[in-house]
């Protein structure tokens, strides 16, 4: 081998280690990113379960909606604005409130589908952490 073909075999070398070390990573950002853009859209408040009992919700109830975006900004119907935090890894949401509300709620996020969210909250002190939000995504 002459200086030439030794110096491309050790540059295609150290590409193909690159590529192949990274693969790994590529593949778990999938699931991440996928589940991220089932949760980016607006959701409708369906149902809502207090220590595993079914509350009735007014017809005023059932019209409020949280509207998750891209950017990790989110708002709701209440006027409440906040940033988010979701880690699919862990099945866990985190808001911070901006304008309104709280300042911190932390959910477990127990289904995320395209067309159901069901967020059971944690217990931050404030509101009963048995509370189970059933929401379905706007049409």
Not at 45 to 74: G, H, M, P, R, V
Request: proline share 2%.
């Amino acid at each position: 081998m002459n200086y030439a073909e030794n110096y491309r075999y050790i540059f295609y070398s150290i590409i193909a280690i690159i590529l192949f070390s990274n693969c790994d990573k590529i593949g778990n950002e999938i699931p991440k990113i996928s589940a991220k853009r089932k949760i980016n859209k607006t959701w409708i408040i369906e149902k809502l379960y207090l220590n595993d009992t079914l509350i009735s919700l007014t017809a005023d109830q059932l019209k409020y909606n949280k509207t998750y975006y891209n950017d990790s900004i989110y708002f709701d119907s209440d006027g409440i604005e906040g940033v988010y935090f979701y880690d699919s890894s862990a099945n866990s949401l985190i808001e911070k409130v901006k304008i309104g509300g709280q300042e911190k709620l932390t959910y477990t996020v127990v289904t995320l589908s395209d067309s159901a969210l069901v967020l059971k909250l944690t217990d931050d002190g404030k509101i009963n952490p048995n509370t189970k939000f059933h929401f379905r995504a706007k049409p």
